[in-house]
């Protein structure tokens, strides 16, 4: 068995506030018609004094009561996150580990938006072949708007909202056994979705802080390519590439095709982009999470880990499926993570 084998030994999560999508929409936009076209059902949002790493913790401690150990055991920590931390100059992961009081641990943070916490699996895989003597890991993934910086509904075309998931991982155990993890990066797009103002290059004064949530990624994408209908056709096509390619090359190196796969699990995508990936993988649409990303929105990180715990307890998936955990994350980043029940 190879040094990295290793598997899913328990699940945990964390929501918001279960809305209505219906009832609340008005209160974030104006064109409500649009956003209904969307297909989202509910969003779930996180009270005003709970905090990303808040859901994080929540998450990260049922995981642990599901798999029946204490934080001192565990010998890392990943967190990924998608939205902006609480403070800056400031590890989550840290504040993570601590109030766990997992204080052996290793702590890691990722921040790839919507990847990054498909990337955490294979930086788990690398801690268990680098280390003979780690036994157990924890993933957390966490996601909660922030407010002060974007609509949750303007932002794209997602209908955004808070929570957190967690999965303790284990060496060598049989159950949701990790298979491998590809990574396609482009920095050729770096610049997209990008806030220009903020950081060290250009910090927040009056008068940038008035256009904050007027920040639109997609009139961004349509500066970058000049608005030039043929260059922005051939970028959404090299995004559903490379999305299928990742997931190709996961399978090859377990010796599988795309058909073996039971569940293709995206991010929380709006009814039109789920459709699409369907139509890329050639599958029913029911063999993708599109109905659940329908009943959550789109929590970012979160999204994929969360839906594959679901498929696990409600018996959908059975043992020896393959599950593929795809996502893309700006960077860009296009990311499949494969695993077997």
């Known amino acids: 068995m190879s040094t990295s084998s290793y598997g899913i030994r328990g699940f945990g999560q964390a929501l918001g506030q279960k809305r209505k999508v219906e009832d609340e929409v008005h209160k974030y936009t104006s064109n409500i018609d649009k956003v209904k076209k969307w297909g989202y059902e509910y969003f779930y949002a996180a009270a005003p004094e709970v905090s990303q790493t808040d859901l994080a913790f929540q998450a990260a401690e049922e995981a642990l009561n599901h798999a029946g150990i ?12 998608s939205e902006i931390p609480e403070y800056l100059y400031w590890d989550p992961a840290c504040e993570l580990q601590h109030r766990l009081g997992a204080h052996s641990s290793e702590a890691i943070l990722f921040n790839q938006a919507c990847s990054g916490g498909l990337m955490a699996f294979d930086t788990a895989a690398g801690k268990f072949a680098v280390h003979p003597d780690y036994q157990y890991g924890l993933v957390v993934t966490s996601n909660r708007n922030s407010e002060e910086y974007r609509n949750r509904v303007t932002y794209n075309s997602c209908f955004h909202s808070d929570g957190a998931s967690a999965a303790v991982v284990q060496r060598e155990h049989p159950h949701c056994r990790w298979v491998s993890t590809k990574i396609w990066s482009d920095g050729t797009y770096a610049p997209l979705f990008r806030y220009d103002w903020g950081g060290s290059t250009e910090p ?15 009139a961004k994408v349509q500066v970058f390519f000049d608005a030039d209908p043929v260059k922005l056709m051939e970028f959404i096509e090299l995004l559903n590439k490379r999305i299928r390619l990742v997931t190709e090359q996961a399978c090859e190196q377990e010796g599988i095709q795309l058909t073996d796969i039971r569940r293709i699990i995206y991010l929380h995508d709006n009814v039109k982009s789920m459709q699409e990936i369907a139509e890329i993988f050639e599958v029913d649409i029911d063999r993708t999470n599109a109905k659940l ?49």
């Open 70 to 81: 204490t934080a001192e055991e565990l010998d890392f920590i990943i967190l990924a996150i």
């Open 293 to 341: 990303a329908t009943q959550y929105g789109h929590m970012g990180v979160t999204d994929q880990l969360f839906d594959f715990k679901q498929y696990i307890e409600s018996g959908e998936l059975n043992r020896n499926d393959y599950v593929a955990l795809i996502g893309i994350g700006n960077g860009m980043h296009w990311v499949c993570s494969l695993f077997q029940v």
């Open 204 to 218: 927040f004064n009056p008068v940038n802080l008035q256009h904050i949530h007027s920040f639109s990624p997609l």
